[in-house]
Structures are given as C-alpha cells and as structure tokens.
C-alpha cells in the first residue's frame, strides 16, 4: 500500500475486511478461505469481531487495486471470493458485509473501526438478527395484443398501408405492454414491502447481465423475518398469478447487503470499489 509502515509492525501485510459480526464460529472461518486463499481471521474489539483474510500489498495495495478494479476478471474473481466469506457468515448469524475491496494495512485500523463504530454496527446486527435478504425480480411477458398485431394480414388498402398499419399496432401494443408491465411491477412491490421488514427496489439489471430474453422491470430485495419465510413465498406466487404481465423470479436467501446502511465506512488506506 502507500503509506509507510507503522513502526512497529511486522510489515504491510494488509487485510481485506469481509464483515463484522457479534462472534465468529472457528469452524466457520475454517470452512472458507480468504482473497489469497489462506485462512480467515477474527479481529476482536469492542464486544463485536471483524472477520479478514490477508491482502498482499502486491494485488490489494492501492495501486494494485486500482488496476485490479478495473479488470472484470479479476473484478469477477473478487467479488465471488468476497461474497462466499460472507455468505458463510450469514449462515452463522447476522453479519453486517462490507463494501468490496475495503482493506486495511494492519489490525489496529480494524480494531479501531469497531471501537468508533460500536453503537451504529450493533444497532445494525440488531436489525438483521433472525432476518434474511430474498430478491424478486420481474421481466416483461410480451401481451396477447402484440401477438394478435403481428398476425394481421394485407387489407383492401394495400400491401404497404396494411404493413404500416401493423407496425403502428405492433408499437402500440409494445408500449401498452412495457406499461402494463411497470405498473404490475409496482404493485408486485407495494405488495411485498408491506409484508417484510424492510424492502428496497434496485435499479432493473440490463438484459444483457440479467441473460434474460425480456427486460427486467423490478429488482427488488425484501428483509425477511426468517418464521414468516412460508407466508413470503406464498406470496411471491399469489402474485404472480395475479399479474400476468410479469414473470416472477425469486432468488436468495442472501446475506443482507440491501440492509446494512450502517456498514463501515472506506478507511484511510482502503480502495473503495463498487458497491456490493
């Protein structure tokens, strides 16, 4: 990294943070491995454990991550190392999960998160206590009245007015289709953020990264209480089957990355990545 070692110190190993949590089952830690494929490691302070794996300076310092940040495969490769380390987490217990590419040059700046930021991390860990992140998400179902436009055949008027006049139908029919498609979307929603803990609608995903043959038209994540999973999921299909114009994908449990506003803010020596 950048910054001179502190003296004292072995060196700048640097240590990539995962989350933090109440405790850290060792035989969770020793489940997963970390970015450099070694073991993780529980930094104790203030009645709370942040849990890391070590970052050399050589790929996670901050000229390194810089560049690294900017190659999707690697980028790719981080971010499922990142994610598998919490969602091990998450199966433990509440963890609060950092940003991805949050790294500290040595366990006292990770002890000291903890001690400034004891108050905000409990209240969160609170929070998510019994409590899981489930995604939804809806894509466009193309409508009957697109299908019956693109049928129609020649008229009176000729080969050219009747082509015109079925592209016009074929438009229309889209829009009112992408229309009718948003507004379910909202109710879908609506819906399903007035039965779980919390809710939070993310930008659609491009069809191109969501790989589906529709566009996405809801992107949401509900915080779930863990003994109403049955009465969510149920649902999830009532509503599918109430609003046709939306075909319906639940996904997760996930840990909670949607909720966890009070995650640690980006240290002195950290490179902050895109948001997770």
């Known amino acids: 990294m950048s910054a001179e070692p502190v003296p004292g110190d072995p060196g700048p190993a640097g240590y990539w943070l995962h989350g933090v949590a109440r405790e850290a089952d060792p035989?969770?830690?020793?489940?997963?491995?970390g970015m450099d494929g070694g073991p993780l490691r529980a930094v104790p302070a203030a009645g709370l454990v942040a849990v890391v794996s070590t970052a050399p300076p050589a790929e996670y310092g901050e000229e390194a991550l810089r560049r690294n940040l900017e190659d999707l495969t690697w980028l790719e490769r981080a971010a499922r190392a990142h994610h598998e380390v919490v969602a091990a987490l998450s199966r433990a217990g509440a963890v609060v999960p950092t940003r991805l590419a949050t790294v500290y040059r040595d366990e006292r700046g990770v002890a000291r998160l903890l001690a400034e930021r004891r108050a905000e991390l409990a209240a969160t860990l609170d929070r998510l206590t019994g409590r899981a992140e489930w995604g939804v998400k809806g894509y466009a179902v193309p409508g009957a009245t697109a299908r019956a436009a693109a049928g129609g055949g020649a008229t009176p008027e000729g080969a050219g007015a009747a082509y015109l006049r079925r592209r016009r139908s074929e438009l229309t029919a889209r829009d009112e289709g992408q229309r009718a498609a948003a507004e379910a979307a909202a109710a879908v929603h609506?819906?399903?953020?007035?039965?779980?803990?919390?809710?939070r609608r993310h930008a659609p995903q491009d069809r191109r990264l969501s790989g589906a043959p529709t566009a996405m038209v809801?992107?949401?994540a509900y915080l779930v209480d863990v003994p109403t999973l049955g009465g969510f999921t149920g649902l999830v299909a009532a509503l599918a089957g109430r609003h046709p114009e939306v075909r319906l994908e639940l996904t997760g449990p996930w840990p909670a990355y949607s909720f966890a506003e009070d995650r640690p803010p980006e240290p002195a020596l950290t490179v902050k990545g895109p948001a997770w």
């Open 27 to 33: 035989a969770t830690l020793a489940a997963v491995t």
């Open 190 to 199: 609506d819906a399903l953020a007035g039965y779980a803990v919390a809710a």
């Open 218 to 220: 809801l992107n949401g």
